[in-house]
Nanobody, 123 residues
Framework: QVQLVESGGGLVQAGGFLRLSCEAS????????MAWYRQAPGKQRELVAS???????NYADSVKGRFTISRDNAKNTVYLEMNSLKSEDTAVYCC?????????????????WGQGTQVTVSS
């Protein structure tokens, strides 16, 4: 069973900085990709940033230029650095990891989630 544990959330003023961490219970290079999602009260969950096994990154338009996703394979950890935070960034941020396994000659996709960490940005 894969475990993903997030940390680094908290309360910060608008314009501030936070760095979220997501530590996996096994080698993150075994995953096809990892990502950060967020869900604000009354809103749908949305993809914030992702990083593939090959290191290709992708960002939601709303965070481009402000957030950076990175990983440390030696620590089995993925990070989300968040700069110039805005009140609309307030949400629960969850870490996600995807992998595909060959089962009975066919690919099977698995998706794992952390419990989430609260980020609150005060204006």
């Amino acid at each position: 069973q894969v475990q993903l544990v997030e940390s680094g959330g908290g309360l910060v003023q608008a314009g501030g900085f936070l760095r979220l961490s997501c530590e996996a219970s096994r080698d993150i290079f075994s995953f096809n990709g990892m990502a950060w999602y967020r869900q604000a009260p009354g809103k749908q969950r949305e993809l914030v940033a992702s990083i593939t096994k090959g290191g290709v990154t992708n960002y939601a338009d709303s965070v481009k230029g402000r957030f950076t996703i990175s990983r440390d394979n030696a620590k089995n950890t993925v990070y989300l650095e968040m700069n110039s935070l805005k009140s609309e960034d307030t949400a629960v941020y969850c870490c996600n990891a995807d992998e595909v396994k060959a089962e009975n000659g066919r690919p099977s996709w698995y998706s794992y989630w952390g419990q989430g960490t609260q980020v609150t940005v005060s204006s």
